[in-house]
């Protein structure tokens, strides 16, 4: 939905607990700064994002209706415009949301990343933050933030590639896509190291229940979808990369005496998962990017792709 690391701790004996689950403790644990970090990168730029939206200026005739007008410029625009609490779908496009006409037309490819650090409104902001938190900061504690940081940003990016090719009526910011990411990494993370956990089962059914239902909000107008499934995908296989653990007995084998069989350290599973996932990814990107650049409608190959995003209701309807 990750050399320089700052370590906590050394060497680790024994297990420890994770979620609703103990797994064998890596060698080390690492001190969580990026995703804090990335929370405040968040929070600035939409401080930043408020101020250039300047609501009582650019919409005088909407002064009273701008929303906490004690704010001053940093004031919400009317609910009716913006019921998220945020700036106006103007400013957004102007600093760098995501434009299916700008990346293509335009060649505003910058806008793929751009898009990820930009929040429609402080509930939008607020949802994604503590997800961000509640997600990120235990798989950084214990894979480093390397690794951590490749994983948002690259899911964050292959989701708005997703986004781009489906929705090319309207404009679409957030973090989502990235956090998507960090989710499907940890579903990756359980199977390729499934060997090493206890309470399997309940730990897969866990993680499998908070995707769907995170999925199946998606659904709902307004919801941008494509960025949610984009970001699982890619964070997913990028699990099976970047989160590989060696196995129970390789690990032991280094403090029995010296001559002592030495298992293998990984298992012919995970080496399988690692080819098959780094082959889908390069084929996944280089396939998104050249129908993207090509102007390519991802609808025009998946007539139904649609609902993926949006379901049609008696109570709403699906334009834009």
Known sequence: MASSDIE????KNGRYNRENFDVEASDKEWTSWLIPMFVVANVAVFVVVMYINNCPKDNPNLNEACVAKFLGRLSFQPLHDNPLFGPSSTTLEKL????WQKVVDQHQGWRLVSCIWLH???????ANMLSLVFIGIRLEQQFGFVRVGILYLLSGF???ILSCLFIQKSISVGASGALFGLLGAMLSELLTNWTIYSNKAAALFTLIVIVVINLAVGILPHVDNFAHIGGFLTGLLLGFVLLIR???GW??????????????KYKSYQYVLWVVSVVLLIAGFTVGLVMLFRGENGNDHCS??????CVPTSKWHCDN
Not at 251 to 264: F, I, N
């Open 158 to 160: 292959g989701g708005s």
């Open 246 to 248: 060696p196995q129970i």
């Open 96 to 99: 760098g949301a995501l434009d």
């Open 251 to 264: 690990m032991e084998s280094r403090y029995l005496p010296a001559g002592s069989r030495v298992h293998s």
């Open 120 to 126: 429609a409104g402080v509930i939008h902001l607020l």
């Open 304 to 309: 139904w792709c649609h609902y993926l995003s």
């Open 8 to 11: 906590r701790g050394g060497a």
